[in-house]
């Protein structure tokens, strides 16, 4: 349940939250609310015992972070409540980081830097499937666009989730491409996500639990950010594989994409597509490691849609959680085999083709291992299992098995192909 | 959180807040009202049930003032009335605090308010819980205050109970936000009128363990009297022949706004200085500070004056028709006698009372099925609707799909959000559905509440008792002062019988206008060219119109209906009546012509021509039906009966000369707006609308 809030997550906002009109004592900086924490559950607290002046009080002290402003910060809990019940109403949910439901895949990337509280509307179940990043910077050309829209109708086919980032034109393309294909949607962007809730084609789509919004920024914080990295980072700490869309050398990269995918591109296969000369971007990307886009037919090779390993729910510090007694395993699914009949069959043979190298994985192998230029990656190490979630609780004997159905990897190497798209 | 601080000192401190705002040095605190405020200034929650007078304002002002020199933000109260808060920003001055209101009716200031609050000088905001509702609003309030709210006051706590007798659905929202505030922030919750069920309830939702602290509720200056007097001719005669009797001022307690203006216009007709107070008017404000200030004898009112007003030497209270429940009525009555060793409740109903009462009854919650139409229209549209662009696509009441709107908007999660200025669906609408169980609760609840009232009329016993009783006052007892402990149950309250004659009088020659409308309420209602704009073209429009009486009146409003119904033309008593209206009113038309009646029906025609003999005019038929459309009486908005009427009829014979047209019901007035635009567009210079009835959509 997300509702109530636990104390844990209420405190994470009190203490991190803009809520607007703050000027004389601002809201904890991630890192801030890091040391704070981490102090909290070096002395025996959790970050919800900071409602005890004397907890408050030492914490303060012992971080440097300010008696005033932990006291100021803290009091704003009346506020608070009005706007939880504002969010609660608009069909908001709240995951703090100290909660098991907090995406693992964000903690895992991110880090310290993953934000202590996200906002999200939709379906969370979302979170957990195989995702497909399709992100550019702003002020791509048309046919990027395009591109982007052809590539979450793929997507769509092959039953991946997308995710688009940021709030450019090729976001909005490959969001309502995805949706009105009939697709699962995630949309990462910064800020209030209520009022783009809205549109007949999302609320729907959200209704079907096939849209979900999600944002590292409370709804209430208005303040402008000219850069917003943290979008880009939750994007791709979320997918399995990323098509990076290259705009032109007039572009703007508001949401820190190419930094973003540059970031992953160890852990994620990556795909960059250009149209006409590219872009010192796409060039950097690609010299790190990102493959160039392709044609299609070369990407083909067995077990396309085939074997991920997924990210479970769990907490980010297990260790110092009191609550969840989360044993660090291997994280890996057994491969789900992809029922090759259940897509449009023969009529679509052809397109098939092409659609099955863009839909290789590095993540699909049942190992939960990827594979980067012939290199073995353990990408899911001390990633804990949920409890009671037999299925997803990993065995070495298991990753063993798997590994030896790794043909598709290895033919992908026959053509040359460092990775595919998917 | 605030810092510990020596009780005894703040309590010291306190008392000498309590001093100087009552003006008496030798003022000492009451049972309970300290620790109420000790409670608020700890940073705890505190619900404090006590009667109207016994100072629950003195705890939260005090309480913000000590909170205030500790560094904490503002005090944000909610308040389900402006008069409620007009008198608590005085009670704030008293103390040397800044209480502002954001309502509706000051929106001027707000540019102020906010420069205010942004500059952390204001130590109570009031607002009504409707404000809420508004998010745009609400984030920018909240936005100015730097230190966060420092306390919440939460003024007629009672409302925010399922089984409270005042069903505020804002204050649903008031119910979750503070579920949703983490322990150690101050709120005090007040009311004066919880019964233990209530008093549970609101406990339950603030937190079992709230400390509660709880009065006895009589009054003691208080006399009581019911009077079984059922016409509203002897009703308004009884007022007119004791109000001048009375002592000081008081309050005269209706139903509706149309009785307001009734009660009110015939006691001015009888030399009382009297005015109607009710929700929109927009005097509200004067009329409240000249009754404090006795400069009125009587206000009559509706309910919008009714919590919290509170004038110590107000001397009576009369309610020319039952309230809804005895809660209801212990407060409203409770407006009386706060500071004057003897004042006077009246309690009257006439037969009109059931009615009104069955139909807030019944409109109180909305069916399945019409929140269904009203959530279907809103999923099917990008960006949202008004609500006059949902009444033209379906065929419910303005009020009843805003009543709608309201329930859902305050579910949580909710299907429909006001946004950007229209009521938007959200991806909870599909297959919403409002809990059937919780509304057959409530409406039990009414139900009971209603047959509790009847049971107070009747009452043989001391009436003081019975309040007290209704309320779960341990202390009910004799009171020694009401009509019945008096003895005087069979004493007749009969007014002069001459009176009488002249209430009737009055009641049936007041005048009753048509307003000629000046916009269609929808555009594009028909491709005719009266249709072209939203504005009705000046030289479309009819002529200011008159109504010889209003529906359910108990006087002849009532016969024509009957007679509308079960004859098939109308008595010569009505029709000389009819006559004597226009003969007095119209002059210098020469014709008359009539609204085209429904097949089979000669109630009009004959009228008309009645009119035409007597007063010498020319009839003339100038239009016929084309069959379009339904009956009038199907459509249950506005906008669905100026679409009902655009096509219904066409102008067969043109007539320039002015003309009376004449209808025998209005109630929207769409009909007679149309067939005057039509027979404008046709070359009439003049067209004055008459009619014998006038009734509203709700009636």
Redesign the interface.
């Known amino acids: 349940m997300i509702w109530?809030?636990s104390?844990d997550t209420?405190?994470a906002l009190?203490l991190c939250a803009w809520?607007?009109?703050?000027?004389?004592y601002l809201p904890l900086e991630i890192q801030e609310y890091n040391t704070l924490e981490q102090w909290l559950l070096q002395n025996g607290y959790r970050p919800g015992n900071l409602?005890q002046?004397s907890c408050?009080e030492a914490a303060a002290q012992a971080t440097g972070l300010g008696s005033d402003r932990l006291?100021?910060l803290?009091?704003?809990?009346?506020?608070?409540?009005?706007?939880?019940?504002?969010w609660?109403?608009?069909?908001y949910w709240i995951i703090g980081r100290r909660d098991v439901h907090y995406p693992k895949r964000i903690c895992q990337f991110l880090q310290e830097s993953a934000p202590p509280v996200l906002f999200g509307m939709?379906d969370r179940q979302l979170l957990d499937q195989s995702a497909t990043a399709v992100i550019g910077p702003d002020q791509v050309m048309e046919s990027s666009n395009q591109h982007a829209r052809e590539i979450a109708e793929l997507c769509v086919r092959h039953d991946r989730t997308i995710i688009a980032a940021g709030k450019q034109t090729l976001s909005a393309a490959v969001v309502e491409s995805g949706l009105l294909s009939g697709g699962s949607v995630i949309w990462v962007i910064q800020g209030p996500v209520f009022?783009e809730?809205?549109?007949?084609l999302?609320?729907?789509a959200?209704?079907a639990g096939k849209f979900l919004m999600l944002s590292g920024r409370s709804p209430?914080d208005?303040r402008p950010i000219p850069q917003e990295p943290e979008v880009g980072r939750i994007a791709v700490a979320l997918c399995d594989s990323v098509m990076y869309v290259d705009g032109t050398e007039l572009s703007g990269d508001r949401y820190c994409m190419e930094d973003a995918v540059y970031s992953v591109l160890e852990q994620r296969n990556c795909f960059v597509r250009s149209f006409g000369q590219a872009t010192a971007a796409a060039e950097r990307l690609t010299h790190g490691g990102a493959n160039p886009w392709i044609e299609v037919e070369m990407a083909i090779h067995e077990g396309l849609f085939e074997d991920r390993a997924e990210i479970i729910q769990g907490e980010l510090l297990e260790d110092d959680h009191p609550d969840h007694e989360i044993e660090p395993t291997y994280l890996e699914i057994p491969a789900s085999s992809k029922d090759l009949d259940s897509i449009e069959e023969a009529e679509e043979e052809d397109c098939e083709i092409e659609e099955r190298a863009i839909f290789e994985g590095k993540a699909t192998s049942g190992s939960g291992k990827r594979q980067q230029g012939g290199i073995q990656l353990d990408l899911f190490e001390q990633i804990p299992a949920e409890d009671g979630d037999e299925a997803n609780t990993g065995s070495s004997e298991k990753e063993g098995a798997d590994d030896s159905d790794n043909s598709s990897r290895e033919s992908s190497g026959e053509y040359g192909i460092q990775g595919s798209l998917f | 959180?605030s810092?510990p601080k020596n009780p005894s000192t703040l309590k010291d401190v306190a008392t000498q807040y309590l001093r100087d705002a009552v003006g008496r040095q030798d003022a000492e605190f009451r049972d309970g009202q300290w620790e109420s405020i000790a409670q608020a200034v700890s940073g705890h929650r505190v619900l404090v049930v006590q009667r109207t007078g016994w100072g629950k304002t003195m705890v939260y002002t005090i309480a913000t003032r000590l909170r205030r020199e500790e560094g904490?933000?503002p005090s944000?109260m909610i308040s389900p009335l402006v008069a409620l808060m007009r008198n608590q920003e005085l009670a704030a001055e008293k103390l040397n605090l800044t209480a502002r209101r954001m309502t509706a009716d000051n929106y001027d200031d707000w540019a102020d308010i906010y420069e205010e609050l942004?500059s952390d000088d204001v130590d109570i905001l009031m607002i009504t819980p409707e404000r809420?509702a508004n998010?745009t609003f609400?984030?920018?309030v909240?936005?100015?205050?730097?230190?966060?709210?420092?306390?919440?006051i939460i003024d007629e706590a009672h409302c925010i109970s399922d089984w409270g007798h005042d069903f505020r659905p804002d204050y649903q929202?008031i119910r979750?936000?503070?579920?949703?505030?983490?322990?150690?922030?101050a709120?005090v919750a007040t009311t004066a009128t919880a019964n233990n069920r209530v008093v549970e309830d609101v406990q339950k939702e603030l937190g079992g363990d709230i400390p509660v602290t709880r009065g006895s509720l009589i009054r003691h200056s208080l006399e009581l009297h019911n009077l079984r007097l059922t016409d509203p001719q002897v009703r308004l005669a009884w007022i007119a022949q004791v109000v001048p009797h009375l002592p000081g001022s008081g309050i005269i307690y209706v139903l509706t706004r149309k009785d307001a203006d009734l009660v009110a216009e015939w006691l001015k007709s009888q030399k009382i200085d009297a005015h109607a107070y009710y929700g929109n008017a927009g005097e509200r404000d004067k009329l409240e500070k000249a009754l404090l200030a006795n400069e009125l004898k009587v206000l009559v009112a509706t309910i919008a004056l009714g919590m919290g007003f509170d004038k110590k030497d107000l001397a009576f209270v009369i309610h020319y028709q039952r309230p809804g429940s005895v809660v209801h009525y212990y407060q409203q009555v409770g407006r009386a006698g706060r500071g004057v060793e003897k004042a006077y409740g009246f309690l009257m109903w006439g037969n009109e009372d059931e009615q009104i009462a069955d139909y807030f009854l019944s409109n109180a919650f909305p069916p399945q099925h019409e929140i269904n139409q009203v959530l279907k229209v809103l999923?099917d549209?990008?960006g949202?609707l008004t609500v006059p662009e949902i009444m033209f696509q379906i065929n419910l009441k303005g009020s009843r799909i805003e009543k709608i709107l309201k329930l859902a908007?305050?579910?949580?999660?909710?299907p429909v959000?006001w946004?950007m200025g229209a009521w938007?669906?959200?991806?909870?609408?599909?297959g919403f559905e409002i809990s059937q169980d919780k509304i057959r609760r409530l409406q039990e609840i009414r139900n009971r509440e209603k047959e509790q009232m009847r049971q107070y009329m009747d009452h043989k016993g001391c009436l003081m008792a019975f309040l007290q009783r209704a309320l779960d006052d341990q202390t009910a007892g004799r009171c020694g002062k009401c009509r019945n402990c008096q003895g005087k149950m069979n004493q007749s309250y009969q007014p002069r019988a001459e009176l009488v004659s002249e209430a009737k009088q009055f009641m049936g020659k007041r005048k009753i206008f048509i307003y000629p409308n000046q916009k269609w309420p929808a555009s594009n209602l028909s491709e005719h060219e009266i249709h072209e704009s939203e504005t009705i073209k000046p030289e479309y429009r009819a002529k200011w119109g008159f109504v010889l009486c209003r529906a359910f009146d108990g006087n002849l409003g009532d016969r024509i209906l009957r007679e509308r119904r079960f004859r098939d033309h109308y008595s010569d008593e009505i029709v000389a009546a009819f006559i004597a209206m226009i003969k007095k009113r119209v002059s210098k038309f020469q014709y008359i012509t009539y609204v085209p009646p429904h097949e089979g029906k000669k109630h009009i025609p004959l009228l008309a021509e009645a009119v035409a003999n007597e007063l010498d005019l020319n009839l003339i038929t100038t239009a016929s039906r084309t069959g379009i459309g339904g009956r009038q009486s199907a459509q249950k908005n506005p906008v669905q009966r100026a679409r009902n009427a655009a096509d219904a009829f066409v102008i067969d014979y043109a007539v320039e000369a002015p003309t009376i047209l004449i209808d025998d019901l209005i109630v929207s007035g769409w009909t007679l707006t149309t067939l005057a635009a039509l027979l404008r567009y046709d070359g009439c210079h003049a067209v004055l609308p008459a009619a014998l009835v006038k009734r509203t959509l709700s009636e």
């Open positions: 109530p809030l104390d209420n405190t009190l809520l607007g009109g703050e000027d004389v409602i002046p408050a006291t100021a803290l009091g704003r809990s009346i506020t608070l409540g009005f706007y939880l019940e504002e609660q109403r608009k069909d939709g009022g809730s809205l549109r007949k999302f609320r729907r959200k209704a209430a208005r | 959180m810092s904490a933000g944000l942004e809420l998010v609400f984030s920018r909240l936005s100015k205050i730097k230190l966060g709210i420092g306390m919440l929202r979750r936000i503070q579920k949703l505030i983490p322990e150690g922030a709120i999923e549209v990008e949202g908007s305050l579910e949580s999660p909710a959000i946004e938007v669906a959200t991806g909870e609408a599909e």
